[in-house]
């Protein structure tokens, strides 16, 4: 059946596809023998994008060995060079050669093998049983399967890193498999992923790369875009391999490291708690989310006259869940306070400034920074 939302962000395509492509290849692969010529037919592929998100796809189904990763039975001895390199600059730079990698789609371990050498504890996963034999044959550590769910679990995980070359163009629900390998990974985890240039195939006219096997067509931006949003911070993406290859590292994303608030937020409280101490009466100017934050999480309810703010929507309203009256300016005049502390973040000196040329030199003012409370006069 048809595809006409995108498999990414599931936007309806373009009205009208980028191009049509009329009796093309049904697959790269499985060729017809003389037997069963007559039996082949052309096929019509429709090359459609994504007004959303971007991404180039195909509208047409995916070919049904698009689990299985088939590569030639030898690559040249100048990719094998290159793949040596590469592999070894990989391994160094993110010290992972006591720790554990995986290929996600190894085929017959024609990469695998080749990482073996600087990562010993390489593993791969791979659909086809024939070609898991294979690897197995060879001494590889392969798992069958196909990554079908976010939380599929892969034997000996969790990794440190993981590759996936030239496989990820092929399978049309992108953000399951992403999201199964990050089930798969330890938090620090690294990632390699290639898939063809389509930067470069705009550039120079290769109408000939579209073929029913791959379905997306991925740009450095729309590349780097479906890899953040499914869990991973992309640390570089670049053209490789004579242009034909776009290469992106990537480090799983973690939760930011929040620990730190909850000690400067008790650090705060008891700032607010001494100063409000030392006086009889208390107001608080500014209104704001912060300063509405500030008055929840420190527990402010009861200590504080009332909140002062200029805006008059706010006005002869309450503070929401604290409760505070909030008033006018000119409150601090006809029903003083002893001391008034600003929360008004970049506005705070400017209120600062009026409330000393403006008020009793008598009411002390101190201003909620970023690092406390510092006492102004």
């Given at each position: ?230 869990g991973f911070h992309v640390l570089e993406c670049k053209a490789v391999w004579h242009d034909y290859l776009l290469s992106a590292v990537v480090r799983k994303r973690c939760p930011v490291d929040i620990s730190d608030f909850s000690g400067f937020q008790s650090k705060l409280k008891d700032e607010l708690h001494e100063f409000i101490g030392r006086y009889k009466e208390v107001a608080i100017w500014g ?91």
């Open positions: 059946m048809s595809q006409n939302k995108c498999r990414i962000c599931g936007s309806a395509f373009f009205k009208a596809p980028l191009i049509r492509m009329e009796n093309m290849p049904g697959s790269a692969q499985n060729f017809p023998d003389a037997d069963s010529l007559g039996n082949d037919k052309g096929i019509d592929l429709e090359v459609c994008q994504c007004p959303g998100c971007g991404i180039v796809q195909l509208s047409n189904d995916p070919v049904p060995y698009y689990r299985e990763v088939i590569r030639a039975a030898a690559f040249s001895e100048e990719m094998k060079q290159f793949r040596l390199q590469q592999f070894e600059q990989f391994a160094h730079r993110y010290s992972l050669e006591n720790k554990k990698i995986i290929e996600i789609g190894c085929g017959c371990g024609e990469y695998l093998s080749l990482m073996k050498n600087f990562v010993p504890q390489a593993y791969g996963l791979e659909y086809s049983t024939v070609s898991v034999n294979i690897c197995k044959d060879s001494g590889l550590k392969v798992q069958q399967g196909y990554i079908d769910a976010e939380k599929f679990l892969i034997h000996d995980a969790p990794f440190n890193a993981f590759f996936i070359l030239n496989f990820l163009e092929h399978l049309p629900d992108i953000n399951t498999v992403l999201r199964g390998i990050a089930h798969n990974l330890t938090d620090d985890a690294v990632g390699l992923i290639e898939v063809p240039n389509f930067d470069m195939i705009l550039r120079k006219n290769l109408f000939s790369e579209f073929i029913s096997d791959h379905l997306f067509y991925f740009t450095e931006e729309t590349l780097s875009s479906v890899l953040a949003v499914n209104a704001g989310h912060q300063a509405l934050t500030v008055l929840s999480l420190a527990g402010l309810s009861g200590k504080i006259k009332y909140v002062v703010d200029s805006a008059s929507f706010k006005q002869n309203k309450y503070t929401p869940a604290s409760h505070i009256p909030i008033v006018a300016p000119e409150m601090l005049r006809t029903n003083k306070v002893d001391a008034v502390i600003i929360m008004a973040a970049a506005y705070s000196d400017e209120i600062a400034g009026f409330l000393m040329n403006n008020y009793s030199k008598q009411i002390a003012i101190a201003i909620l920074r970023d690092y406390g409370l510092e006492k102004i006069n």
